[in-house]
């Protein structure tokens, strides 16, 4: 939702979050205004992507104290505190990450739009469980929809990535 | 106008007695779809998921005390899912995992939805629920706060401050019906508790009435025909009559996800498997 979603006349409201290792201020902000919202129409952070704004498409996942979470299903205001970390702050400065170089290379990139939330949570999965099964691999992707892939490519490139790192590090 | 990120309990109570227009935030996973589509604006919210009350589990007297707060992803653990394993395979079937890290017990409580997967198990626990105010603590079965589909009876100044339920000597089933494995709304759910030491069987339904629902005829019956000196899987007969006394006890209706014959079918065809399986 890309509209000014305050009224007139309404309070606003002015707090700090913490992205991708920086305090961020908002300022102006209405009191319902999600995350993934405040990201991307505030924080100039449009790598969040919006297909649904209720929880379904997984497009929006960021993590939260390093636990992945839709964005849209967060109220900003309530997200103060945390450590909040999107798709742009996964790499270094411009750096594609072993996970994204994976998807270009295995043609899991179509539309591209589900494409950062899929890394976030792919990402995620390959921090906690660096050999994961297939089924590991499905089960962690299962709250993100890709309508142009069939997901074979995306299944392809995560368990690519865990079988590089495992023989890189011996 | 204000979000304030709670850290006691007491400041809970303390800022809904203030203003009881305000609204309580755990996980968001109902709360924001409202806001998002402008069903609801909030005009102060009071953030619950950090207060230290309201977060984990323990146990507590032989019974598992599990904070308001606690989210699907902690009721997954396999720490959690060896006391209380109906509500842990429960919270396995929610949404996805972007949701259960999210999603809380007491959300899905407060929002009462028929459909709502923790409900069975906790109907069929006998749960216990702690609700918390300025005026005092008041403890209530699933029964009482939950009176129609969408329907609790929290007063405005008032949080579900935590739920209790017993640690079972036996084996527990959770069967949910969706249209497809991952971010499906349960077109009818089963919970069955065996308990070896009270020679019981507790079986409720989700999503098949306005609110859970206890099978009593189903659970009186079996309670008699099985050998509880040595349980084994019951004949086939006795299977079919638990599911169809399970279906009886279902009240559904025909709506956009379902029909109420295709969820009294699918009650007597989990009913009879969960059935089989703890027994097994
Ligand atoms: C994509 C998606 C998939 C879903 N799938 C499922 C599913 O498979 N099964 C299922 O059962 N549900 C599902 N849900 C619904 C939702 O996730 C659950 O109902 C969840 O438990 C809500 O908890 P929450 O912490 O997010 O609640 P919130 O959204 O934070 O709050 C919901 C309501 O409860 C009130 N509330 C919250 N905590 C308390 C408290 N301690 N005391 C009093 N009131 C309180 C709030 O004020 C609010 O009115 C899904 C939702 C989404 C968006
Ligand atoms: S935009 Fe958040 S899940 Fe779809
Ligand atoms: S690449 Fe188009 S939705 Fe996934």
Known sequence: ?170 | MSVRVAESLEEVCSLLAADPATSLLAGGTDFMVEVNYNHRRPSSVVVIDRVPELTGWRRHNGRVELGAAMTYAEMEHPLFAAYVPALAQAARTVGSPQIRNAGTLGGNLATASPAGDTLPPLAALDARITICSVRGTREVGLDELIVGPKQNTLAPDEVIRSVTVPVVDGPQEFLKVGTRNAMVISVATVALVLDRARRSVHLALGSVAPVPVRATEAEEWIAGVVDWDAPEVPLDDVLTRFGELAAAASVPIDDHRSTADYRRHAVAVMARRALARVLS
């Open chain 1, 1 to 170: 939702m890309s509209e000014d979603r305050s009224v007139a006349g309404e309070a606003t409201l002015h707090y700090t979050l913490h992205v991708n290792g920086s305090d961020r201020d908002v300022a102006d902000a209405w009191l319902g205004e999600s995350l993934l919202y405040v990201l991307r129409e505030r924080l100039g952070l449009p790598g969040t992507k919006n297909a649904c704004d209720q929880g379904e498409c997984g497009s929006c996942t960021v993590l939260a104290d390093g636990l992945p979470v839709c964005s849209c299903m967060m109220l900003a205001a309530a997200a103060v505190g945390r450590d909040i970390v999107t798709v742009e702050g996964l790499g270094d400065d411009g750096e594609l990450t072993d996970v994204q170089q994976a998807f270009v290379d295995h043609g899991a990139v179509q539309c591209g739009f589900c494409t950062p939330g899929l890394i976030v949570a792919a990402d995620h999965l390959l921090s906690v469980n660096p050999e994961p099964t297939e089924l590991e691999i499905r089960e962690a992707i299962s709250g993100n929809l890709c309508r142009c892939t069939g997901y074979g490519r995306v299944i392809a490139a995560i368990a690519g990535v865990a079988e590089e790192r495992a023989a890189s590090t011996g």
